[in-house]
């Protein structure tokens, strides 16, 4: 319980803490107080691992939380674009489904099975969150300009320009990439589950 009071810990649960503001400032259309809460929130992405790696304060239960708060935040920035009717439904069910898998994993290890595991992300998963987190982005951009009436031009400009040269191509990786985590999970957990394997990647 000690690890989880670590500077590190403590930030990436400030990630956790900072999806409820974020979201309930967009929708009041509170737009600059959405944007502050949401810099510091993915601040904390940077700086929770920067810090674990320079105060020596890696932990055990560090390297679980930080993907969970990810996960998390993904979760809940694609619900409020699902809500809003901003994202194609089926890619934010994609991602749900993979998040939601492995958030699940969790608990049916740890608590169900008592099963230790590691951690330990590889590129392709690091940077398939890391493509959600810039696609989140750029649809609460547009999601921001669509509800400024003087942006409004702005926005149809921008979201077709957008769509067809930056989202478009995004959303294609991150697709290919969710499939390839999504089938490479599935064995990982069951050889884990086994006693055959101890690490996520």
């Known amino acids: 319980m000690k690890q989880l009071f670590l500077v590190p810990n403590l930030l ?4 956790i803490f900072l999806i ?8 009041k259309s509170q737009f600059g107080l959405a944007v502050f809460c949401i810099i510091i929130l993915l601040h904390t ?3 929770d691992g920067y810090l674990a790696r320079k105060l020596n304060q890696t932990s055990d239960i560090g ?12 979760i809940a920035f694609f619900t409020h674009l699902l809500m809003a009717n901003s994202i194609a439904p089926f890619y934010v069910y994609l991602v749900f489904t ?6 699940t994993s969790i608990p049916i290890l ?31 951009l547009s999601f921001i300009i669509s509800k400024v009436p003087e942006l409004l ?18 959303l294609l990786i ?28």
């Open 110 to 140: 740890l608590i169900w099975k008592k099963i230790q595991f590691k951690v330990k992300p590889n590129k392709i998963a690091k940077i398939g969150t890391a493509l959600n987190f810039i696609i989140i982005g750029l649809y609460e």
């Open 174 to 201: 991150s697709i290919l990439i969710e499939f390839y985590i999504l089938f490479t999970f599935i064995p990982r957990f069951y050889q884990i589950y086994k006693g055959s394997h101890d690490t996520f990647e």
């Open 63 to 74: 390297a679980i939380l930080d993907p969970v708060a990810d996960k998390l935040v993904v």
């Open 20 to 27: 409820f503001p974020s979201i309930y400032f967009l929708e």
């Open 45 to 47: 992405d940077f700086f």
């Open 12 to 15: 990436t649960l400030s990630r």
């Open 98 to 103: 993979r998040d939601i898998l492995q958030l």
């Open 153 to 170: 031009d702005l926005y149809y400009y921008q979201v077709e320009l957008m769509n067809q040269f930056v989202l478009a191509p995004l």
